[in-house]
């Protein structure tokens, strides 16, 4: 399976209609997403504290960049299962569409695979996907558990 590089264009369209699902799928105890200003802050602390917020920023950046890829192939295997073609092709609600069952695939993967620990012997193209998109959100979620949370909970008393 050759790897397809999305542009940055179609992952900005991406993140919108992503951020659109996960709103969808948010309940109401659910924490809510930092603003842009709490992010500002907490790397404000990073520094303070003797971190070095543009390497912390870069590292993220480039794990985020890595994840957003991962989903966007699996968002393609998605669009192709429909025969819907290339996903940069989509209108915006056919996206949103689209996104929403990639949403739920990966979902559905960390809860019947990673959470329980189970083995799969031989794995399909779109488990492969979805194990590599686990894993670079993992390890997004990772960097910002040892940088970003311990901070903001310092600092934010709504996180």
């Given amino acids: 399976m050759t790897e397809k590089i999305f542009d940055s264009a179609f992952l900005a369209r991406l993140a919108l209609a992503l951020r659109a699902v996960e709103q969808e ?3 109401a105890d659910d924490p809510q ?3 842009a200003e709490d992010y500002e802050t907490i790397y404000t602390a990073f520094e303070e ?4 917020p543009a ?3 870069k590292q993220i950046a ?3 960049e890595c994840r957003d890829q991962a989903f966007s192939q699996i968002l393609q295997f998605v ?3 429909y025969d819907a073609g290339p996903v940069e092709g989509l209108g915006d609600e056919e996206l949103k569409d689209m ?3 990639a949403f739920d695939a990966t979902a559905c993967w960390m809860e019947d695979v990673e959470m329980h620990n189970l083995r799969i012997m031989r794995e399909s ?3 492969i996907l979805l194990k590599t998109h686990h894993r670079l959100n993992e390890a997004m979620l990772d960097m910002h558990d040892q940088v970003l949370w311990p901070l903001a909970r310092r600092i934010s008393p709504k996180h």
């Fill in 79 to 81: 669009s192709n299962l």
């Fill in 125 to 127: 193209p779109l488990q």
């Fill in 55 to 57: 390497a912390a920023r």
């Fill in 33 to 35: 997403p930092l603003d």
């Fill in 49 to 52: 504290s003797g971190g070095d």
């Fill in 62 to 64: 480039a794990t985020k």
């Fill in 25 to 27: 799928a948010l309940e």
């Fill in 99 to 101: 996104t929403r069952d």
